[in-house]
């Protein structure tokens, strides 16, 4: 592990703090979590740097400077994240700085377009964030989520496509012929077309020392991350729906034994799935009405989780070897509502999904949305597979759909 650069003074129960964590892990910024409620000293030192007052989270960096309740802006500046254009007017802009929305950047980049790529928060999106890509062609090795990312955006730049991090669209609008894309810092600029790679959010639980171990032992995805768990005694899956239970059965394939942990007093997967894992030694063992109180651990890896029961104040715990959490996904896509079509869950509409009409004026080209120029690819595209390899692909199949649109344009 990197040594830390930051110092993050703060409380479990702070939203800001939480916040501020975030932000950091997202851009792979070492840090050192220093909670004052347990740390008496700790508490002094923020009194003292903040003149008697008790604010936090207090942030301090190598040069002993220091930041106190920063916004993700103020902490990007601090950083020397690059956070406004050059330019206001680009072929392409691209809203989304995962593995779908890279790819795309250099295919068109390299083809001569002048691309503008915004990221909300660290490049390389869920992948970013995952232990290891072991299913990833090419690396026969595995490579780290971080390592991968950081290739990618390097290849990016290699090309001259411009990258803005921490920074959030808005909304987008449309001026004669011209998509404008609205930044939370009060800027737009205008391209001919733009690419939505903006992806998905798992779900979180919200509890105490969650976003602590998230990719040191608390994970979103069983098939990137379950094969580093290869025999070990006990993981643990935290959800009852579809892809808990079918991602709890996958991983009995790594584990003497998946415990699975669901808030309500049955499962809500597919009969076929909840029939599997009741059969007689399915390797997967199911608690209801269990409510998640707290993760905790030892040397920056997970080692306990702590729930009590619906209607008993008893807590109890588990040591498994990795929580893996299942309770849904939100599309990064609130920003269009309103713009184009969505499904009933956010995730945009491409290509042939869209409602057909043979006397439309727009037919949509390949990952194209239902207004002309707005292109989709990734994990925010209804129908998207939800892996690495997979978001690649789109990213490179809807550059060429771009292209197309831009030779016509």
Request: glycine share 10%; charged share 25%.
């Amino acid at each position: 592990m990197n040594e830390a650069k930051v110092t993050v003074y703060g409380a479990y129960w702070c939203p800001d703090c939480r916040r501020a964590k975030k932000f950091l892990g997202e851009n792979f910024v070492p840090y050192k979590w220093v909670d004052i409620e347990q740390d008496k000293a700790a508490e002094e030192y923020v009194l003292e740097r903040n003149n008697g007052k008790r604010i936090i989270p207090t942030i301090v960096f190598e040069d002993n400077s220091f930041l106190v309740e920063p916004s993700n802006a103020e902490l990007a500046k601090k950083l020397g994240l690059k956070t406004e254009a050059s330019k206001t007017y680009y072929d392409l802009s691209i809203v989304g700085g995962g593995p779908a929305g890279l790819t795309a950047a250099i295919y068109a980049s390299r083809e001569g377009a002048d691309v503008l790529l915004v990221e909300r928060s660290g490049l390389g999106g869920q992948a970013g964030i995952t232990v290891g890509l072991d299913n990833f062609p090419g690396f026969p090795e595995g490579i780290s989520g971080q390592e991968f990312s950081d290739r990618v955006a390097q290849q990016a730049r290699r090309f001259g496509v411009e990258i803005l991090q921490a920074v959030d669209v808005e909304r987008l609008e449309n001026e004669e012929g011209y998509h404008e894309v609205y930044t939370s810092d009060g800027k737009h600029y205008h391209s001919l077309a733009v690419l939505i790679a903006a992806g998905a959010s798992y779900r979180r639980l919200e509890v105490p020392g969650e976003d602590d171990f998230i990719g040191a032992g608390i994970h979103f995805c069983a098939t990137c991350d379950g094969p580093f768990y290869k025999g070990s005694k006990e993981i643990v899956v935290v959800g009852g729906g579809n892809s808990a239970v079918e991602e709890g059965l996958h991983l009995t394939n790594f584990t003497e034994k998946v415990t699975l942990l669901v808030r309500g007093d049955k499962l809500t997967a597919s009969q076929i799935a909840v029939d599997k894992v009741n059969e007689l030694n399915s390797g997967v063992d199911v608690k209801y009405n269990v409510i998640v109180d707290a993760f905790e651990g030892k040397d920056s890896k997970l080692k306990t989780i702590k729930y009590h029961f619906k209607g008993s104040d008893k807590m109890e715990e588990v040591h498994p070897a990795a929580a893996f959490i299942f309770i849904g996904q939100t599309p990064n896509t609130s920003f269009l509502k309103d713009y184009v079509e969505m499904d009933k869950y956010g995730f945009v509409l491409t290509g042939h999904d869209l409602t057909h009409d043979e006397h439309a004026e727009h037919k949509p080209l390949p990952f194209e949305a239902n207004i002309s120029g707005i292109f989709v690819a990734g994990d925010a595209r209804h129908g998207s597979t939800k892996q690495v390899a997979s978001a690649v692909g789109e990213g490179a199949a809807a550059s060429i759909s771009i292209r197309e649109f831009l030779r016509r344009s």
